[in-house]
């Protein structure tokens, strides 16, 4: 690539900022020479702007991968996204709107779904039902009975779906699993997810007109029918019930997938069993700091307890959220830290740091976070038909189960039971309604597998 090309790319637009740093890495990445076409996987990529704008370029430099389509149903961000993919790999891809063509074009292999909440699911279910294997972005689907059917469609159909939990591949973090697994914390019952990174109001902009060239029907797809409104478009859609999953389901699915996975560690290092889910899930909070349209509460603490063996004792996994504050928590904005009886470990983004007792620091590493060794581990994983690190039926569900088990407890406003076997709520029905949609909105509704 030359040094031309360098400069207009990291200047490009098309690289948000929260993604700047993590694009401008994969240069060096897209210059690496392509495998023979024989061997290199032909992927199609639902979604352009946002976090898919990493994936895009991420996929685009892999020496394993052709990015063949990318598909975008905003014209602005569809041409963006064919610049960035024709810079990191030499050549542009096709641009469609209509991503049921990456679906029946029977020469893709892949399909990468980085697309709003809203359409997780529908895509993945039909890419699966297509022969295609699937990189979904977190969490699994809008609600419950979304991720329950994409593992249904992955399951039956044999795929390969690994969902963007990063942290699951990252170096650091399994360096801290495998300190955990020494036993060196102890006896476990306790852990903690949280994130206290400031963020802003919504405020309460007037509902207006779409921008030009956007299909906003076709946009909201499988959501009820509403005005357009700029906050409820994109990158704020996800502050709203019918579109996304709040903080919990956004930042909170990270943090909490690698406290579960450490606190299941924890107890494994003990003798005990995996833990799998919850079967009590209680939430406090609500809309408490900003005046804004927002939905979802912007201040939350939610407690899943596990059950213990036989008379064993049960295990307390937290969650909290504190969005509005200017300081950090044990030292990170989020993360997650295990309590033990013998030490403790602080889990961040980019760091984790093993303690004793006083205090007294043991152990500790340093890593990043920019998920590509996550994609890395996909592609691998497609070729060898090995289960991914962030396997949607084994980690990338349960993990989107506690979110949205959480925003159920939330919304009903009392403790909730959760049947771990069918992932439902024992004699609750106000709490069950919660777990889909009351309708899909014709003709988008939920594939049947």
Not at 5 to 32: C, I, W, Y
Not at 195 to 200: N, Y
Request: hydrophobic share 35%; net charge negative; charged share 25%.
């Amino acid at each position: 690539m030359s040094a031309t090309n360098r400069r207009g790319f990291l200047k490009s637009s098309a690289v948000v900022a929260t993604n700047a740093a993590a694009a401008a890495a994969l240069l060096g990445e897209a210059q690496a020479a392509k495998a023979p076409a024989n061997e290199r996987l032909r992927v199609g990529c639902i979604g352009t702007g946002g976090r898919a704008q990493f994936l895009i370029t991420a996929f685009a430099g892999l020496a394993e991968c052709d990015v063949v389509t990318v598909c975008d149903l905003d014209p602005e961000r569809l041409s963006r996204g064919v610049e960035v993919v024709k810079i990191a790999q030499g050549r542009a891809p096709k641009a469609e709107t209509d991503f049921l063509k990456l679906i029946d074009d029977p020469t893709l292999d892949v399909i990468v779904v980085g697309t709003p909440d809203h359409w997780h699911a529908i895509p993945t279910i039909m890419a699966c039902q297509a022969g295609k294997d699937v990189y979904v972005e977190k969490p699994d689907g809008h609600n419950m009975v979304e991720g329950q059917r994409m593992v249904q469609a992955m399951r039956k159909h044999g795929r390969i779906v690994q969902m963007g939990t990063q942290a699951r591949t990252g170096e650091h973090f399994q360096a801290a699993i495998d300190y955990i697994a020494t036993g060196a914390l102890g006896k476990v019952l306790v852990a903690k997810a949280w994130e206290s990174t400031r963020q802003g109001s919504l405020g309460h902009p007037q509902d207006s007109s779409p921008p030009a060239g956007i299909d906003y029907d076709r946009w909201l797809g499988p959501a009820p029918k509403r005005p357009f409104n700029k906050m409820r478009f994109h990158a704020n859609w996800r502050w709203f019930f019918e579109l996304g999953a709040g903080d919990l389901g956004n930042d909170g699915v990270h943090r909490l997938d690698y406290a579960r996975w450490a606190l299941s560690t924890a107890v494994e290092a003990q003798g005990g069993k995996p833990l799998h889910m919850p079967t009590k899930i209680s939430a406090l909070g609500g809309k408490w700091y900003f005046d804004d349209i927002q939905e979802w509460p912007d201040t939350l603490q939610v407690n899943y307890e596990y059950p213990g063996e036989e008379d064993g004792p049960g295990k307390i996994l937290t969650y909290e959220m504190r969005v509005w504050t200017p300081y950090n928590h044990e030292g990170e904005g989020e993360g997650a830290v295990i309590y033990g009886d013998q030490g403790y470990i602080v889990i961040g983004n980019r760091r984790w740091r093993a303690y004793g007792p006083k205090h007294k620091l043991l152990a500790e590493q340093s890593g990043n976070n920019d998920g590509l060794s996550h994609i890395h581990n996909f592609v691998d994983c497609v070729k060898s038909r090995k289960k991914p690190n962030a396997d949607l039926e084994t980690v990338g569900h349960p993990s989107s189960v506690l979110c949205h088990a959480g925003n159920i407890a939330w919304r009903v406003g009392r403790q909730v039971h959760l049947d771990p076997e069918t992932e439902t709520f024992i004699d609750d029905d106000e709490a069950n309604a919660l777990r889909t949609r009351p309708e899909y909105r014709k003709p988008w509704e939920l594939p049947v597998v």
